[in-house]
């Protein structure tokens, strides 16, 4: 009996349809989010190596590669791939609250350039970490595949781009808890009982790609981070959770406030000539870098994970310098992210630290001053610990680590407005004055 195409009908065959619609879509989706996550990643540590190669070579080459690249970059931003600067984060959140927002801000153009443009930035030896850019990329691509619903509406996207940010960064620090915490705490700012599901699908689907190809591994490895309980760790987290609430609010109120601290020339030339200022960005960034020994160049990853490790000790500004440099790279309007630089600020300030506390071993405070830092400037403190904890297999010190974590942002929060939602603004009312991008 010969096939008819009307047999596709069947009852068996509409309802195998239904559960491609409603469970098959975010599955493949998170599949695809974790390959992209993983290819993104070695794609970073590839163009990261052929920097420091040409800066091995003679250290004054940044000087010339680092501002023309980073004029490039800008340039190839604002002509080709507005909306991809910064992280990436708030653009997410400005989609998740407005829908309308989604094609402009989350498109396979934007995920092109994200990853485009920030292997760029690395190559010239920006400070930006790519966390951030997989969190847009990730909801870019799931919400790309809305066009496969016959009926697509605004729960549906909004599904697909929360499951999509969640799984980037479950797969970008092969932290599948923090992803679910991020998504409630940071993103969506709530849990939706009918997305809870197809939310931690995605990322267990994620998870078993980046898994497969990378192995169970843990971001900054397993440290011995683990401290004796006392009067004098006490003492450790309440002063880690000043230094670094004080120090993460001081960099979210720069990137919110740029006109008020920017010199009147330079503010002007940064809206007015754009790729000039961009110009001037990478000599100072290449400039931190010479001072620095090239430690400030890049995420930062390799010199946190050293001081975790005591494999060796940085110079005592270096999380001063790293921090400058951070400011540098996104008031220039790169396409980047700022978990991973973070993470590294927070590790020279833990190893700063370790000279006013001896007694308490270093990674242990380092460990604190991570998870604290982070929680400053993201004031999202269950992300950020949960995000270390999983790193760093730091369970024996999650009271400690939750402690630093609530007590910075709150210190933060003094300071400075919560940074990704406060720039999620911007794209929300563009034609309204807002604090500048990040």
Not at 168 to 194: C, D, H, K, M
Not at 262 to 288: E, M
């Amino acid at each position: 009996m010969l096939f008819r195409p009307r047999q596709l009908s069947s009852p068996a065959v509409r309802h195998l349809q239904r559960l491609w619609f409603n469970y098959g879509v975010f599955w493949l989706g998170a599949i695809l989010v974790g390959l992209v996550a993983v290819f993104y990643a070695k794609l970073i540590d590839w163009t990261f190596e052929i920097f420091q190669s040409i800066e091995h070579r003679a250290f004054w080459l940044p000087l010339i590669i680092t501002p023309l690249g980073s004029a490039l970059a800008i340039w190839l931003t604002q002509k080709y791939f507005r909306g991809s600067e910064g992280s990436g984060i708030p653009q997410v959140i400005a989609t998740l609250e407005e829908s309308k927002l989604g094609p402009t801000l989350l498109s396979f153009r934007i995920m092109f350039g994200k990853i485009a443009i920030s292997l760029l930035g690395i190559l010239c030896g920006f400070t930006i970490g790519r966390e951030g850019p997989t969190v847009q990329v990730g909801a870019s691509l799931m919400y790309g595949m809305r066009r496969t619903y016959r009926r697509s509406s605004i729960q549906i996207e909004r599904q697909l781009a929360l499951a999509g940010a969640a799984a980037g960064l479950s797969a970008a620090f092969n932290t599948p808890l923090a992803g679910v915490v991020f998504a409630i705490e940071e993103l969506s700012r709530s849990f939706e009982q009918r997305a809870s599901g197809t939310l931690i699908t995605a990322i267990i689907f994620s998870g078993i790609v980046t898994l497969g190809i990378q192995g169970n591994y843990l971001y900054f490895g397993r440290i011995q981070a683990t401290g004796a309980f006392s009067s004098t760790v006490i003492l450790a987290v309440v002063v880690i959770s000043i230094v670094t609430g004080l120090m993460g609010g001081l960099f979210s109120w720069l990137l919110l406030n740029i006109s008020r601290w920017i010199p009147s020339p330079l503010l002007t030339l940064r809206h007015s000539r754009p790729v000039q200022f961009a110009l001037v960005c990478g000599a100072l960034i290449a400039v931190l870098g010479i001072v620095s020994g090239g430690t400030t160049y890049g995420s930062g990853y390799a010199e946190a994970r050293g001081l975790l490790e005591a494999h060796h000790l940085l110079s005592p500004f270096y999380a001063f310098l790293k921090f400058a440099a951070l400011v540098v790279s996104y008031i220039s309007g790169i396409p980047g992210g700022i978990f991973s630089p973070s993470l590294s600020i927070g590790a020279g300030l833990g190893q700063l630290l370790s000279y006013l506390f001896s007694s308490i071993p270093m990674p242990f405070l380092i460990a604190l001053c991570m998870g604290g830092y982070l929680a400053a400037v993201t004031q999202a403190p269950i992300t950020a610990f949960v995000i270390v904890v999983e790193m760093i297999d730091g369970h024996q010190m999650v009271i400690p680590l939750m402690a630093c974590a609530l007590l910075s942002s709150r210190v933060s929060r003094l300071f400075s407005r919560p940074l990704y939602h406060t720039i999620s603004h911007r794209f929300l009312q563009p034609t309204v004055p807002a604090p500048e991008r990040a």
